[in-house]
């Protein structure tokens, strides 16, 4: 059980446009979900905080309205990445919270690796 | 302010021989602290958590850490490594709101 998972694992797209990432908690429903972006040997840096039916928290830093998350629905949340750049190329791993999870408990998709051109 | 330290950017060792991943946190409020594991282009996996009670905390994979207040400190250990468990290790420490996550140790593991 607790099954993240993410859509696509990969893509690659052309500077100045956008891409959407799904992830989806498969087994299980999911009040708050997390999007982590990591640079190519390093750590996971938290982008934003989302909960299902309001505005998502985003972290200090993180442009809102580049990279835009919707969490519709107890198991699906969104990160679309607007107006991609070369610099937003980065592989980016979201996790789910279950509903009556403790404080702790989060469950990691298998990321998105993300190349834009 | 909460933060993790992990100590070595990359470790490597012989196959059968300890595992020995160091991490230090600090942190204003008693920590939820973890480690989990990454291979290339994967999410994380956990492999071991410390919430509250015993301080030697037993995980998947034949990894087990142990939580030191005095020393905060929380390194992950293995009796015997394989060539399976090469990978990226991550300390993280959760005060409730977020997650903090190391930066993360390599383990190279030589045959």
């Known amino acids: 059980g607790a099954v993240v998972s993410q859509h696509p694992s990969w893509v690659i797209c052309k500077s100045g446009t956008s891409v959407k990432i799904e992830c989806r908690s498969l087994?299980?429903?999911?009040?708050?979900m997390f999007w982590y972006r990591q640079f190519p040997k390093q750590s996971l840096m938290l982008m934003a905080t989302?909960?299902?039916?309001?505005?998502?928290?985003?972290e200090q830093g993180v442009e809102k309205d580049k990279f835009l998350i919707n969490h519709a629905s107890l198991t699906l949340s969104t990160l679309t990445v607007t107006s991609a750049h070369p610099e937003d190329s980065s592989f980016y791993i979201c996790?789910?919270?279950?509903?009556?999870?403790?404080?702790?408990?989060?469950?990691f998709g298998p990321g998105t690796r993300l190349t834009v051109t | 302010a909460q933060s993790v330290t992990q100590l070595g950017s990359h470790v490597s060792v012989s196959e059968g021989a300890l595992v020995l991943l160091r991490c230090n946190y600090s942190?204003?409020?008693?920590?939820?602290l973890f480690w989990y594991v990454q291979y290339p282009n994967q999410g994380l996996q956990l492999l071991l958590k410390?919430?509250?009670?015993?301080?030697l905390v037993k995980g998947i994979n034949g990894f087990e850490a142990e939580f030191k207040k005095s020393e905060t400190s929380f390194h992950l250990t293995k009796p015997s490594a394989h060539m399976s468990d090469a990978a990226e290790y991550f300390c993280?420490?959760?005060?409730?709101?977020?997650?903090?996550f190391g930066a993360g140790t390599r383990l190279f593991v030589k045959a």
């Open positions: 410390y919430t509250t009670g015993a301080t």
């Open positions: 996790s789910a919270r279950p509903r009556l999870a403790g404080p702790y408990e989060q469950y």
């Open positions: 993280a420490l959760d005060g409730g709101f977020k997650t903090i």
């Open positions: 989302s909960n299902e039916g309001s505005k998502a928290t985003y």
């Open positions: 087994d299980f429903q999911a009040t708050t």
């Open positions: 942190s204003s409020v008693p920590p939820y």
